[in-house]
């Protein structure tokens, strides 16, 4: 909750190998998504590989198994969304 609470600018989150690191950037994700849309945010790692197999992948994960949202239907990657989509910006 203090991570989803905090009113700093940055947050670096630096521990092992399966802390829960992806899953709160999925949380604070979803938080900045659906109340901050118009804001920019950056989700980085080491390598793309990293990245995109890893990290991105269990964001992914938490949207669905927590947040009930579906790639493709509620958001898209690596394309442009579809003339329905909402565009905030």
């Known amino acids: 909750m203090d991570l989803l609470e905090t009113t ?12 829960g690191k992806s899953h709160c950037i999925g949380m604070v994700a979803f938080d900045f998504i659906s ?10 790692a080491n390598t793309y590989g990293q990245l995109t197999k890893s990290t991105l992948d269990r964001v992914f994960k938490v949207w669905e198994e927590v947040y009930n949202l579906r790639k493709g239907v509620h958001y898209v990657v690596d394309r442009i969304p579809p003339e329905n989509y909402k565009i905030i910006g």
Do not use: D, H, K, W
């Open 35 to 44: 109340y901050n849309p118009e804001v920019r945010g950056f989700i980085g």
């Open 8 to 19: 700093a600018q940055r947050v670096l989150m630096q521990s092992g190998v399966g802390s």
